[in-house]
């Protein structure tokens, strides 16, 4: 271990019918809120209805700020920020998964302040101070839910960009009701499930950490239990067990937890991913699965013997040398994603190879911008040429 | 799963040399502050120095209250608590274990009304507010770093009472730094580890939920890393990484999330032990080998079939019903136990038969004052009937 500081203060409420319990907590951080959502789906399985119901009845008014799309735009999200400040709302609620979430914290960090929000994304400003957000999550995924980081694409460039932690951006409170998952389609709780396990992944494979058995520990159970749980669900979408464990682990995958005095560590598969759904706009998730696999496999082989452990410890690989082990782990990993409708190449996804370049070009620009030294236009292409086959094969 | 709400605010800074830090955290709740330390190990180890140094630096004015005793009584608390109002301090600073910030948060909750600190442990008055509470943690074991629970022994019936976790007292701030963890003793090295587990332990064995793998894999992850952890840290007392992992191994395993989701349980091997180190003055944690092991053998004979659980998945054990390989289970985990240096049974912690009959009739009033309706003088005796040889034997 390492040193580290931890201090995630979100509070979460988690059960059937908790969004009635928003109007109480948000009452406390002041009377008018920026209601966030996104293309509509809140209004047809009822969410929208429970929210806006809670908040009314806890006497908090409402302005409504719908519209956000996967793979969210800056663009956008400087709209909300506009409408926060000429309506001088006192808190941000989000209603859905990441992409709103992350555009609302992104409004609320922005509506305080006349910096852009895109200087939070390239680090030339340091978010300082936020208005209160709260969040209803409809999706687990992303674990914006219980973080402080946020991803939006910029426009112009169309590249995806992340933060690391800001404070102010915990949101105070996420309300986590399993049974308004029951309506995401098995597509999407294949790819939750992917984007969960990555989060958990990373820090597991590039960690620099000469012992972790607490950290390694709940990284493998949590895999396991997305795994487990992402069955149940896929067999019976309205299985509350399933849903309920999904939601916790994609939640407790992304809440920093994992990565406690693990020392440095990166982000190599989404920095793979991010142009993916930036240019292709995939879903996260599915791009996600598709890198890994190559990403676990090139990294295999150039001497991370973490993919071997990962291949022992969650799918009981019993090969002898770290790279057979990985192999095996890897296919193992493989086919279960597979099994679960996500993503395992670029053909499934509907990206070509000559799509290739293009990609490696921006991905490289990213790996400089965050620092990911090891990573050229070599190596990258490397790698994304591992996930075929592509698109038109 | 079921439903929980979740909400730990405590910031942890985990590192070498930490301890520097606490005077910047501490100068943000203000001024003064009542130093609550023990009977003085913190002044040989040089904690106490690191401490005052910190404070005075960022020119928070000390006032000190040292001298709290292992398994603290309910009158020394009330006295910090006289000193904190007379002295009007801004803030609680606790430099110990368990029993150290235990004291601290008493004195935090009767700082700040007129209410007895008693009626906090009897559930007559509730904890609604509080002086800000920091700590600097000596002994990893109790988990009171990183909740809001309590324990203190009442003068005039020497019951060992708990609380509840109160909001207001979970510490703004706890730093941990395992280099100060280098001279606790191997026996209670042993202890603490012990305690942390039954800290886990206690939700695992005792939980009503029908599908927990989240918790599940937590709880036996942690246990098992304690276990290599305290291996170790008794084979070389100065090992970073064997002290590191023990130190955050406790903070996790009583900071609230092995309990999220699980449904209601109870404390059993907690209201077995509270009498024994009330009325011995033993040990906490080796109280709690003793008591466990007896209670793991009669829980998995009157069906609890959680005990081969826990033998399956953190000793291996690999036999056939759930009866037999609990059995193993424990005798696994007495082996472990007894190497390590803790308690297994009443004779290593001086305890005579004769004592069964006065502890027992006090456990019967703890396990009403905590609702435990299944036990009663019958079963509680025969459980610590289990627990020998007995002192003389």
């Given amino acids: 271990m390492q040193e580290f500081v931890f201090h995630n203060p979100t509070k979460i409420i988690f059960g ?23 293309m509509g789906s809140v209004k047809s399985n009822g969410v929208y209805d429970q929210t806006v119901a809670s908040l009314t009845e806890a ?5 409504e700020f719908g519209g956000v799309k996967s793979n969210p735009m800056m663009s956008y999200a400087r709209k909300g920020v506009e409408l926060a400040k000429s309506e001088q709302v ?7 998964g990441g992409s709103v979430i992350d555009t609302s914290k992104s409004i609320a960090a922005g509506a305080v302040t006349d910096t852009d929000i895109l200087e939070f994304f390239v680090f030339t400003s340091n978010v300082e101070t936020a208005l209160p957000l709260l969040a209803v999550l409809t999706i687990p995924a992303a674990g914006s839910e219980m973080n402080g980081g946020m991803v939006l694409t910029r426009d112009d460039t169309l590249d995806k960009l992340g933060t690391c932690n800001y404070a102010p951006l915990y949101p105070k409170v996420s309300i986590l009701d399993p049974t308004v998952t029951y309506s995401i389609p098995a597509s999407y709780t294949a790819f939750s499930a992917a984007d969960a396990m990555s989060h958990l992944l990373e820090g597991y494979f590039t960690q620099t950490d ?48 994992s990565s406690t005095g693990i020392g440095p560590f990166c982000f ?58 990985a192999a095996d782990g890897i296919e193992a990993f493989r086919a279960w994603l597979k099994k679960s409708g996500s993503y395992t190449c670029f053909a499934d996804a509907g990206i070509p190879e000559s799509g290739i370049e293009k990609i490696t070009e921006r991905t490289v620009a990213l790996a400089n911008l965050w620092g990911l030294d090891a990573y050229n236009t070599e190596n990258i292409s490397e790698i994304y040429r591992m996930c075929g086959p592509f698109k038109g094969e």
């Fill in 90 to 96: 006192d808190m941000v609620v989000a209603v859905g």
């Fill in 16 to 38: 059937e019918g908790k969004i009635s319990e928003l109007g109480a907590e948000a009452k406390t951080y002041g009377k008018k809120a920026l209601l966030v959502y996104g």
């Fill in 210 to 257: 000469e012992w972790s058995p607490i950290q390694d520990r709940y990284v493998e159970g949590l895999c396991k239990s997305i795994m487990e749980a992402a069955d149940k669900a896929l067999a019976d979408p309205n299985d509350f067990q399933g849903r309920s464990t999904l939601m916790w682990a994609a939640t407790m995958a992304f809440n920093d937890l």
């Fill in 268 to 325: 190599p598969n989404h920095m793979l991913e991010h142009l993916l759904s930036a240019i292709y706009d995939i879903a996260h998730g599915g791009g996600l699965s598709i890198v890994m696999l190559a990403w676990m496999k090139y990294a295999s082989e150039h001497g991370n013997a973490r993919i071997a452990k990962f291949a022992r410890n969650v799918f009981d690989i019993q090969a002898g040398d770290d790279v057979s082990a």
């Fill in 59 to 63: 006497g908090v008014e409402i302005v």
